[in-house]
């Protein structure tokens, strides 16, 4: 039966790292619990919440855990008490030692807590995913690609499909696309290191939960993918997702070359413009925003009867083609810019029916946004 | 029809504290707007949800409002809505001008939004109070006092009184006291300055507001009462909050003066237990924890069938008399305890089934705390 000591606060973090996969209120009982594996030389904690998995390994050879294992074994604990728990306990070291019936003592300074346990074998079986091959991923660099494109997936189960960010390697060409199919946006980069070529569609909703697994400390991840599943994985940390099931559609087809119309912003400018006119638009239902393009001057419109309207001259840096007035939910366009790391950017326009396109003015090809506009009388 | 310019930055400051009065969504919705009554010299933000009422004036000789006033009248903003608007706008100074229709056009910058008014005739009266006499306070002391007892009355409706805090001044002697029949708690202090005596009941909920709309800045407020109101004022400021109707009942003939048992802990220590305690406790319908006091040492425990159980030992600083087991709801000693700023406490008890007391160590008199157990078999 299990018998090891270990620094509060190093177990603690690994705790909290694994209960991002664990959901506090779960149709399938067993998974509110955390899975505690100690073995001769670490101990796994093992979370998941039937779609995401994540595994935290803490070795004895890490100085900042203070690990001593006396004894091996597995157990389960009702995560969110157990981490409670944990948090309250008095001393920097607790003692945790197995009794009989899976029940744990969990001994600090002059407390003694004793919790209720249960059968490691009640626990479902993750899935296994070969590792070999893999792809090596700069953590930093798939972060900043997930905040670029996982918001504009949607929220939406009427096209699961959509709900998920289709992620495609081709011939060293990485490439994440999401779309809901009012905007879109399109994130892709070259890599230097080959591996196969590969068309997943992973959950937007795993993908956020990325950035708060691996920490900016880790480096690089590694990826390996099965036919329903996919692992992240470093040193310490295993992250499974499910993937989604189905064809992605085809978005290649929506981006096109020519414009008539094209505007360069402040990019914080027009963010603050926008959000002064979806207060007022937000009033009404579909409310939307008329941007209007005349000689040299652009300017935005809203008209909500119920509460008020607004008018706005807005600052540009460049703008060029022909006239146009056209009209879209701010919110795609807040939204867009939020994902927009550049200073400037620049907005394409076609017509007033045509989705616009929104690109950073320093990398006009590798992070393409597209809005498709209101029809308005 | 109004017409003034003003920094944005103090005003959505007088909005912001002024809302604290604003429920978003009120029975009477004449009361989620904000009315704005510009004067030759300042401005008045009014807020109330029928319970209590903020006014908040910003004088024109306030060099830092930067107002100036071209014409005044009165007018009734969206509360919510308006601040909102205000907190968006992209210059540092607006100008607000009435229109036709209560309507208001607000400018910033290249910006302009119009926004739908009410008729201020549609804002029900503050009633009035004569502000003769008045009591002078310190803001700090009035805070630490609420703060040490409106925790302590009642959330239930079930004896409304008990929802309130009386407070009573007698020949100088300044007392407030809440209750919610499980546990009480009474500070008093002797005041420098004479005023006339008064005992009025005033809704816990309504202190509660008090420290976020009397800024640390403010030295002294002013008190004044009617029959069914209270008026905090400051020089900018005026709170007012209804009070309770009904008899408070007589709390004094808790007190005694004999114990058995006294034992003396660090507050923080015992606070920390008592929340480990808690955590296990919680698990139980009316959970309770048992401090046992046996010759020279003092022990807490937690049994919770279903969760698991805690034995602690607790440090103590001293501790006489006869030896005690007692049982009571930790939540009530952990609020006792918050409620107390002294290092160390003072916890006297007089057997298993009466109140116990707690004081600060170095103030026996003036600040007292009750907490009734829990029978257990």
């Not at 996969?21 to 509110?32: E, G, R």
């Not at 004895?60 to 203070?66: L, M, R």
């Not at 918001?151 to 709900?163: C, G």
């Not at 937000?282 to 239902?285: E, I, L, R």
């Given at each position: 039966m299990i018998n090891f000591s270990i620094n509060k606060t190093l177990f603690l973090q690994a705790l909290n790292a694994t209960k991002r996969?664990?959901?506090?209120?779960?149709?399938?009982?067993?998974?509110?619990t955390v899975k505690i594996e100690v073995n001769a030389h670490d101990i796994t904690l093992t979370g998941s919440n039937g779609q995401i998995s994540i595994e935290n390994t803490i070795p004895?050879?890490?100085?900042?855990?203070?690990l001593l294992i006396t004894s091996p074994g597995a157990v389960l604990l009702e995560a969110n008490f157990f981490i409670n728990i944990i948090s309250s306990l008095p001393d920097l070291t607790l003692e945790f030692r197995e009794i009989d019936h899976h029940q744990v003592v969990l001994t600090s300074g002059k407390s003694e807590i004793t919790l209720k346990g249960k059968d490691v074998e009640q626990y479902p079986r993750l899935q296994e995913i070969a590792t070999d091959n893999p792809l090596v991923l700069e953590t930093k660099l798939l972060k900043s690609i997930i905040s670029e494109t996982a918001?504009?997936?949607?929220?939406?189960?009427?096209?699961?499909?959509?709900?998920g960010v289709h992620i495609t390697l081709n011939n060293k060409v990485f490439k994440a696309v999401a779309t809901d199919s009012h905007r879109m946006s399109q994130r892709q980069v070259t890599l230097d290191n080959a591996a196969s070529d590969f068309d997943v569609v992973i959950p937007s909703k795993s993908l956020r939960e990325f950035a708060g697994v691996f920490t900016?400390?880790?480096e690089t991840v590694e990826v390996f993918f099965s036919a329903s599943q996919m692992l992240f994985r470093s040193e310490h940390i295993s992250f499974y997702t499910r993937l989604l099931e189905g064809n992605y559609p085809d978005?290649?087809?929506?981006?096109?070359?020519?414009?008539?119309t094209e505007v360069i912003f402040n990019t914080a400018d027009l963010r603050s413009a926008m959000e002064r006119a979806h207060l007022i638009s937000?009033?009404?239902?579909n409310g939307t925003v008329k941007l209007e393009i005349v000689d040299n001057s652009v300017s935005a419109h809203v008209n909500s009867p119920e509460v008020g309207k607004v008018n706005e001259e807005l600052d540009t840096v460049s703008q060029s083609g022909s006239d146009l007035t056209i009209s879209f939910n701010p919110t795609y366009l807040i939204e867009a810019l939020k994902a927009l790391k550049s200073e400037e950017v620049l907005i394409r326009f076609i017509s007033p029916v045509r989705p616009f396109t929104l690109t950073p003015t320093d990398n006009k090809e590798d992070f393409v946004q597209l809005i498709t506009p209101v029809r308005t009388n």
């Open positions: 996969a664990i959901a506090s209120k779960n149709a399938i009982p067993i998974l509110s004895v050879s890490d100085e900042n855990a203070g918001f504009a997936a949607s929220l939406q189960e009427s096209r699961p499909i959509l709900t900016d400390d880790i978005t290649d087809r929506l981006l096109v070359k020519t414009f008539e937000n009033a009404t239902q």
